[in-house]
């Protein structure tokens, strides 16, 4: 069984959802070891308490990155987490947290990065004219938004959209995604090529045919 440890600071729509997932046994061999919010209010850490997982609550709040983040490592490591999730976490993390859990740490995005990374990318992308919009999951490296991509779904931003019926969807869509991209990298059925995720099965197999 691998461990996740969900890094949250708000609404924990997506944490539920990854919870859900489990429970109905579409992401199977993982479990949830630790949810830890850096916000004292967030909805997704009462939700979890609620739900009878373990919670921590590590406040960033006029804190240095790298001292709270050396706190966030040592919980994680406590509860021994074998893939970190950030889900709806506010915060950028220091290089020391994501040499701590190298290619061990995913994001989501509400965009199609590599565009409209940072805050309010659903608005950004409806603002732009985008006509297709979604959703990223992809491993975190130092840089924002800008990992190796584990998979994305896209949606048509429709004409009755507005930016908020825009992100409704888009969040609809992370719901199915992060799950999904969660069970393929526990699954190990991948490698890592510079920055493309390759799966496994699209990798090209050696012939067999005999080389005269
Ligand atoms: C999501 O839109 C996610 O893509 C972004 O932050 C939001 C978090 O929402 N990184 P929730 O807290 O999971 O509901």
Redo the contacts with the bound molecule.
């Keep these: 069984m691998k461990r996740l440890g969900i890094l ?10 990854i919870a859900d997932a489990i429970h109905a046994g579409r992401l199977t061999g993982a479990e949830i070891a630790i949810v830890i919010s850096n916000q004292a209010d967030s909805y ?1 850490r009462k939700r979890a308490a609620a739900l009878e997982f373990p919670t921590a609550l590590i406040e960033s709040k006029g804190r240095k990155r790298v001292e709270h983040d050396a706190e966030i490592i040592a919980c994680l490591n406590e509860h021994e987490v074998d893939l970190v999730i ?5 915060r950028l993390l220091s290089p020391e947290f994501i040499a701590a859990f190298p290619n061990c740490i995913l ?4 965009s199609l990065l590599p565009a409209f990374p940072g805050l309010d ?2 608005t950004q992308a409806f603002e732009y004219g985008a006509k297709v919009a979604g ?1 990223t999951v992809h491993f975190v490296d130092e840089q924002l938004d800008h990992g190796a991509i584990v998979l994305q779904r896209a949606i048509p931003v429709l004409e009755s959209d507005d930016a908020h019926s825009l ?1 409704d969807r ?2 609809a869509e ?1 719901h199915i995604a992060y799950p999904e991209a969660i069970g393929r990298v526990l699954s190990g059925q991948y490698a890592l090529q510079g920055r493309r995720y390759v799966r496994k099965s699209d990798l090209a197999e050696p012939s067999h045919i005999p080389v005269k």
């Design positions: 949250l600071s708000g609404r924990g729509s997506n944490f539920l959802a997704g950030l889900a709806g976490y506010m994001n989501i995005h509400p990318a659903q959703c992100a888009i969040l992370e």
